[in-house]
C-alpha cells in the first residue's frame, strides 16, 4: 500500500488518505502546493502528522503501531516532527501519548522542538517540552532550540524556553 500511496500525487494522494482512515477524502489548504504540502515518498502517518488530526493519527497507529516512528525518505524526519508544524496540535498530543520520541533527531539532528520553534508554534513548544524534549539539543548547524527562536523572532517561544530552563527543569522530569 505504501508503494501505491508514495506514487499518487496532489488531490488523489489527498483523497486515498481519506480512504485510508475511512472518512472519504482530505482536502488540501487553499492554494496549498502538494508537492511541498505532501511528501514525495512519504507513508499515510508522514501526511497525517503534517496536515491531519490527533484522530487520524490515532486510526493510523491502531493499524500499523511501527508507523509512529517511520522516517521520511528526504530529511529522515519522524512523524513527531511533522505534527510539530501541523497547526492542529491534535496530531502532536496523539503522537506524544503514543510514545513517540520527543528528542528523535533527523538527517539534520533537528528535533521536533527545533521544528516547533522554527514555525513559531508556542502550545507545540510547551508540549513537546512538557513531554521531556531537551532544549539544549543541538542540531547539525550548532543550534540549540533558544539560539533558534532568536534567529527566528519567536519571541513567545523563546520565553517559554528561557523560562524552563531558569526553572532549572530537565528533559523527562516534570517540573
Request: net charge positive.
Amino acid at each position: 500500500m505504501n508503494t501505491i500511496y508514495a506514487k499518487t500525487a496532489g488531490a488523489a494522494r489527498g483523497a486515498l488518505l481519506g480512504l485510508l482512515l475511512g472518512f472519504g477524502t482530505l482536502a488540501l489548504p487553499a492554494g496549498a502546493d502538494d508537492a511541498k504540502v505532501l511528501g514525495a515518498h512519504d507513508q499515510p502517518i508522514h501526511d497525517a502528522a503534517r496536515m491531519g488530526s490527533g484522530k487520524d493519527i490515532v486510526r493510523i497507529l491502531k493499524a500499523d503501531p511501527q508507523a509512529r516512528d517511520a522516517r521520511t525518505l528526504a530529511q529522515g524526519s519522524q512523524p513527531i516532527h511533522l505534527a510539530a508544524t501541523n497547526p492542529d496540535t491534535s496530531a502532536l498530543k496523539a503522537l506524544i501519548a503514543a510514545g513517540a520520541d520527543p528528542n528523535a533527531r533527523d538527517n539534520d539532528a533537528s528535533t521536533p522542538l527545533h521544528m516547533a520553534v522554527y514555525t513559531q508554534k508556542v502550545e507545540h513548544t510547551q508540549l513537546l517540552l512538557d513531554a521531556g524534549a531537551d532544549p539544549k539539543a543541538k542540531n547539525n548547524l550548532g543550534r540549540d532550540v533558544l539560539s533558534l527562536a532568536r534567529k527566528q523572532m519567536a519571541n513567545e517561544a523563546a520565553g517559554i524556553i528561557s523560562l524552563w530552563i531558569l526553572k532549572g527543569c530537565q528533559p523527562k522530569k516534570p517540573c
